[in-house]
Nanobody
Framework: QVQLAESGGGLVQAGDSLRLSCAVS????????MAWWRQAPGKDREFIGR????????NLADSVKGRFTISRDNDKNTVYLQMNGLRREDTALYSC????????????WGQGTQVTVSS
């Protein structure tokens, strides 16, 4: 059974940093592209970025470039989202997804972890 479990969210002040983790079980991580998403209340889910499978690097949305980075540890089956310089508009439920290589669209999703940024 595949499980994705996000952690690391919380209440922080603007300008602070947080590192989110997505612990994965039930699949071989290096065969999956792992992505981070967020959804703020009343808004559509927003793509933040991805860590491509097989060492294919990362891609980030323009809205977070220069502030957020994505990394993975395949040995630990964990993907990370490092968030620096947090802003109030970063407040959202953050979740991760797993997409099998050569497939279209994520097959698996986590439940998410809440990040709240106060001014």
């Amino acid at each position: 059974q595949v499980q994705l479990a996000e952690s690391g969210g919380g209440l922080v002040q603007a300008g602070d940093s947080l590192r989110l983790s997505c612990a994965v079980s039930g699949l071989t991580l290096n065969r999956y592209t792992m992505a981070w998403w967020r959804q703020a209340p009343g808004k559509d889910r927003e793509f933040i970025g991805r860590s491509n499978w097989n060492g294919g690097g990362t891609n980030l949305a323009d809205s977070v470039k220069g502030r957020f980075t994505i990394s993975r540890d395949n040995d630990k089956n964990t993907v990370y989202l490092q968030m620096n310089g947090l802003r109030r508009e970063d407040t959202a439920l953050y979740s991760c997804s797993a997409q099998r290589a050569f497939s279209s669209g994520p097959q698996y999703w986590g439940q998410g972890t809440q990040v709240t940024v106060s001014s």
